[in-house]
Structure formats: C-alpha cells, structure tokens
C-alpha cells in the first residue's frame, strides 16, 4: 500500500513538473513570436502570411451583369435543361443524394462569380449563384452570394 502511495505521489509530482515544463515553455515561445513581430525590434524579419491575395477566379464583368440580368428572370419551376440553356454551362451541375441510402433528391447547378482559391472552398470570400432542382428537374431554390453582405 505504501509502494502504490509513493508511486502515485512520484507520478503528481512528474505531471506536475511536466505541466509547469510546458507551461514555461508555451509563454517563452509566445514571448518571442511577439518579440519578432514587434517593428520597433529591428531584427523582426517574420514572414507574415498575405491575406490580401487576389482571387485564383474571377467571372468577366460584362458575364456577371448578363449571368445576373438572365437570374432576375428566372422563375421557380423552371426545368434545368431550361435554366442551364439560358444561363449557359454551369461551374458545377451535381446530383444531390442521401448520405444514409444515396436516394436522388434532386440537382445543385451552381455558377461561381469569384472564387477565393481553387483547390478549397471558402464561404466567406467565394461569390457564386447557385440553384437548386427537385427529383423532377424543376427549379426549387435560387441561392446568391455575390457581395460580402450576403
């Protein structure tokens, strides 16, 4: 009993050291990132991450106005093959389907105004419309994200 008592005490004296250890060793980590990321200290050459790049996409304006003006008359019910003829090829047309069985529940056309970068998608800089079609290829919901309040 006694043998089980000294380890236990030995095993919280260790994670005791272990947590003051990283304790210590996070707050001078943190010291010293704001130490190189001070400009008053001339030996702060960080390499800061740009989040002011350009967009890896972006749609000619003149296609935006039509894309738009052709949106403003679309109807709810309209077929997809109506809607992709007028709108012309989509950036993207896929099935939409239950995760649990796969059963088709319809299509998400969508058509991308601006996107952020190519290889991720981002919801809060990407700008696109997108549509949504039932079982019968009937348009059942227009989706607009095209300026930064939407």
Known sequence: MAKIKRIRCGFVLF??????LLCVGVSTACLQSCQLRNPANPQSQVALTNYSKEYSFV??????????????????GESRA???RK????????????KERGEFRGHLVTYYIKIWDKELVNTKHDRFVMLRFDTNDSLTKIIKKIGDSD
């Open 82 to 84: 109506n809607v992709i």
């Open 15 to 20: 994670a005791e050291k272990i947590g003051y």
């Open 59 to 76: 749609m000619d304006e003149a296609k935006q106005r039509e894309l738009l003006q052709k949106l403003s008359q679309m109807r709810l």
């Open 87 to 98: 709108l012309g090829t989509p950036s993207h047309d896929r099935e939409i389907r239950t």
